[in-house]
């Protein structure tokens, strides 16, 4: 051996022992990071009553913020001690409309999905709150989940999942059992003033509620520099008998933008206490969209399902008691303004199936800056997380003349009449007429 040789040799060596010492550092860091689990500072979700501590620090990353995404808002937090690689995760949902209203048959729908077995299983019991959870293992890829559920007040859900490897589950277990003994519980009282308001409109039944139903209602579409952009119309009539499906509401909207044009149109169908219904819709937005068809259905049960078939999707919610559609939020805020309340919280069920939380608040009447001005103002403020938010004007039968909705841009709908709209759209004539006709007909 001569001496390049040698010294090759004697480097590959350190080399190895540097590798190795490598090794055994980052095994000690995982070690460290492991047994020195600490948590944040409490994260509350507004208006939900609801706060938890997510793991973080030592390996972990979190973002220590709520999102809403699918009818639910999740808050995360992820092991990484390395770069690139995750080797567990947290996942906190506070769902607003679970698929099932038992937490047992959430898990064993969720195990079935994951093609895992359940192990083992347990409750964590709160004062007014019990998390059932369970230990799933999924066999063939190494792979361990706690999951754990809990039914809230007024149909609100909430789940914890941990994931990792096998090879760690006493260690996850020790981030769960964490986790859940780290959330806390109060009273969402807005929520509960927002069930009320419903109950008292489903008990009631829309009849009561409408002065001018089978009447066909006509609404301008403005800027806010009073530019007319297009119109909405929508028709409810609702039978005089019994009939289970007495109510069908029908509603288009058109708006003109530099881009192209936006329209929806929508059917709906159900009984005066909205127990059930049959809602199709059917929105064409710019090109590079398309065109999007939605069906929504509501069982006695309570059970939701919403059909897209551009592309195919479905997918199931068990609604709560403060849930309703949001073509009948006027006679909502009109029940809202008889009430004593200041503020309430209710669901809102859109066309496309998501449901967004909305919390309803009265307007001082110094404040209101409608032309002319209204009887009755009430803010909506969208809990999507979006910023958007919107003003309703009522007249002193509180019929809606007025609503200025704020998103990326400012809509206001001005209530018009048929003339007035024709007057700038007269393409629209024979569709105007047909629903008139279907008035006429019920």
């Known amino acids: ?144 989940v706690f999951l754990g559920v809990a039914l809230l007040p007024n149909g609100r859900g909430l789940s914890i999942e941990v994931q990792g490897p096998s090879s760690d589950a006493g260690w996850m277990e020790q981030i769960f059992t964490g986790t859940a003994e780290a959330v806390s519980f109060e009273d969402n009282y807005l929520l509960e003033n927002g069930r009320k308001i419903v109950e008292k409109l489903k008990t009631s039944g829309l009849a009561q509620l409408t002065l001018n139903h089978n009447q066909q209602r006509f609404f301008l579409i403005e800027d806010e520099k009073k530019q007319i952009l297009g119109f909405m119309t929508d028709l409810l009539t609702i039978s005089t008998d019994k009939d289970v499906l007495g109510v069908k509401f029908a509603e288009f909207y058109h708006i003109r933008t530099r881009q192209g044009s936006l329209g929806r149109h929508s059917l709906f169908q159900g009984d005066q206490k909205l127990r059930q219904f049959l809602w199709f819709s059917k929105a064409s937005g710019l090109e590079a969209i398309g065109e999007t068809t939605v069906q929504v259905e509501l069982n006695e049960e309570g059970q939701m399902t919403v059909e897209a078939y551009t592309p195919p999707v479905s997918r199931n919610y068990t609604i709560g008691p403060a849930a309703i559609p949001e073509i009948f939020l006027e006679q909502l805020i009109g029940l809202f303004v008889e009430s004593r309340f200041t503020e309430a919280l209710v669901d809102s069920i859109f066309f496309d199936g998501r449901i967004i939380p909305i919390r309803l608040s009265a307007v001082d009447p110094s404040q209101d800056d409608a032309d002319p001005p209204a009887a009755y103002t009430v803010r909506l403020d969208f809990l999507d997380q979006q910023g958007y938010y919107g003003q309703i004007y009522l007249d002193n039968n509180k019929e809606t003349f007025q609503t200025t909705v704020h998103r990326e841009n400012t809509y206001i709908f001005r209530r018009s009449n048929k003339n007035e709209v024709l007057k700038n759209f007269p393409m629209w004539r024979d569709y105007f007429l047909q629903m008139e006709k279907q008035g006429e007909a019920q």
């Not at 099932?100 to 192990?119: F, M, W």
């Open 1 to 144: 051996m001569n001496v390049s040789d040698k010294e090759r040799y004697a480097l590959d060596k350190v080399a190895l022992l540097v590798i190795f010492a490598l090794g055994l550092l980052l095994a000690q860091l995982l070690v460290s990071a492991k047994s020195r689990l600490r948590f944040s500072e409490p994260l509350e979700l507004p208006y939900a009553g609801v706060s938890v501590r997510m793991p973080q620090g030592n390996g972990w990353h979190s973002e220590n913020t709520w999102q809403f995404i699918a009818n639910a808002f999740t808050i995360s937090s992820v092991f990484s001690p390395t770069t690139g690689r995750i080797t567990a995760s947290v996942e906190v949902r506070y769902m607003i409309a679970p698929e099932e209203n038992r937490p047992d048959r959430q898990i064993d729908r969720y195990s079935k999905e994951l093609a895992g077995t359940v192990i083992e299983t347990g409750k964590i019991q709160y004062t007014d709150v019990l998390i059932e959870w369970a230990h799933i293992a999924i066999l063939d890829k190494y792979l361990d």
